[in-house]
């Protein structure tokens, strides 16, 4: 099974993913989080995207594509993938297009997070994850059971995003609504995409999520 969840950021594709990924045996691919490992690392990339990132824009569409034809070659994805924050451009689903093309593979879906651009600025500048694990937490929805420790895997150390400042917010979105929202007709062109609301509780949008992949809704 091969997805896209496609929505701003903030919009809880990255919580939606994970989920995915436990349930289905499925991998998830996050660019952004592969961008953010390229920039921890020093590498080539990582320099070419840390700037970029901080100021809330796309990297180059030939940078991702390269990064993403690697990613879904990696044995972890012969059962399939869920992309999370990837195409993001006409440029990027286009490529996309043609690499499943060239191995066989077909989409499946690609589900819209639908949410209000009002409440995202909360939800992102709120958010903190485990340094050890990943799993995300918020300031004022989704604390740890116990302060300070990570209810996954009992780490004591979280981080939050570079990007995740108000200024910053304000340019990802501007940037989503230009350039990736676009996609949505696309997708619906090819009769794949499908909306559930994100504004609804985590589990009540997993369940919504559920419906499509069962063949529901
Ligand atoms: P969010 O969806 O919450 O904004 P991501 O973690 O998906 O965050 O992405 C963070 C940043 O990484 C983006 O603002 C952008 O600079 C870069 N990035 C991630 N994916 C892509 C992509 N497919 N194309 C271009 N830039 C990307
Ligand atoms: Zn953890």
Known sequence: MNLILLGPP????GT????????????????????RAEVKSGSEIGLRAKGIME???????????????????????????????FPRTAPQAASLDSMLKESGLKLDHVIELKVDDAALVG??????????????????????????????????????????????VAARLEAYHRQTAPL????????????????????????QIGEILSGKA
């Open 10 to 13: 903030g919009a809880g594709k």
């Open 16 to 35: 939606q993913a994970k989920m995915l990924e436990d349930k289905f045996g499925i991998a998830q691919i996050s660019t952004g989080d592969m961008l």
């Open 55 to 85: 100021r809330g824009e796309l990297v180059p569409d030939e940078v991702i594509t390269a990064m993403l034809k690697a990613r879904v070659a990696r044995p972890d994805c012969a059962k399939g993938f869920i992309l999370d924050g």
């Open 123 to 168: 939800r992102i500048s709120g958010r903190f994850s485990c340094a050890k694990c990943g799993v995300g937490y918020h300031d004022s929805f989704k604390q740890p059971a116990k302060a300070g420790v990570c209810d996954s895997c009992g780490g004591t150390e979280f981080s939050r995003r570079a990007d995740d400042k108000a200024e910053t």
């Open 184 to 207: 949505l007709p696309y997708y619906a062109g090819q009769g794949k995409l499908k909306a559930v609301d994100g504004m609804a509780s985590m589990a009540e949008v997993a369940r």
